[in-house]
């Protein structure tokens, strides 16, 4: 099938669900989570002063890894989980499920460009394998067999409205109407990236 010099195909993390008129009232139930926002702005009132509203593709890196964790005399047990990585901000866990990936034809504009390449991705799945996988085993510690690195995109709403203080920018999770607050906060601070990067390397702003 053709696209258009302006599209390009990804892996889109998840699916999308969530429509453009949802989000004043998923903005109102983050922000009183939060205690951020003006609680004094009902949703209406939220919805009147979105300055723009527009849907993004944020990187992330995918890793299958297999755990194999020896039980002489019985055979290794092997355990498979899946490793994450946020290719912009550095921060790396286990997904507790295995996402459902399709591939899309988006606006190339609406695509963030990654700040760890494929290249890095080893030392950020090592920490995970090290610090998050092996403390959970006090004796022996576990082999690991990673996959190659996948590049997914994790659809996000970025929205913008005005504040009595300014401006404010808004991040939804376009597959589960969640505010991702916490995850845009970190791509800025540089505070979860491993290597010279973390040092005044290239760091994405919003």
Not at 152 to 174: C, F, M, T
Not at 177 to 184: K, L, P, R, T, Y
Request: charged share 25%.
């Amino acid at each position: 099938m053709l696209i258009g010099k302006q599209e390009k195909y990804i892996e889109q993390l998840g699916e999308p669900t969530v429509a453009a008129d949802a989000l004043p009232g998923l903005i109102r139930k983050a922000s009183g989570m939060m205690k951020k926002f003006n609680m004094s702005m009902d949703e209406n009132t939220i919805r009147q002063r979105i300055e723009s509203s527009r849907l993004i593709h944020h990187p992330m890196w995918i890793i299958k890894n297999t755990v194999v964790a020896t039980r002489r005399p019985f055979k290794p047990k092997r355990i498979p989980n899946m490793i994450f990585v946020d290719a912009v901000s550095g921060y790396r866990g286990l997904l507790s499920t295995v996402p459902f990936i399709s591939e899309v034809s988006v606006d190339k504009n609406s695509i963030v460009n990654p700040v760890i390449d494929e290249a890095d991705v080893a030392r950020y799945v090592k920490d995970v394998q090290t610090m998050q996988i092996d403390r959970s085993y006090v004796l022996k510690k576990p082999q690991h067999e990673p996959s190659e690195p996948r590049l997914v995109h994790l659809p996000l709403w970025k929205v913008v409205i005005s504040g009595d203080q300014g401006r404010e920018i808004h991040y939804i999770n376009a597959n589960t109407g969640e505010s991702e607050a916490f995850m845009s906060g970190r791509w800025a601070s540089g505070v979860d990236l491993i290597d010279e990067k973390s040092e005044g390397g290239p760091v994405w702003r919003p």
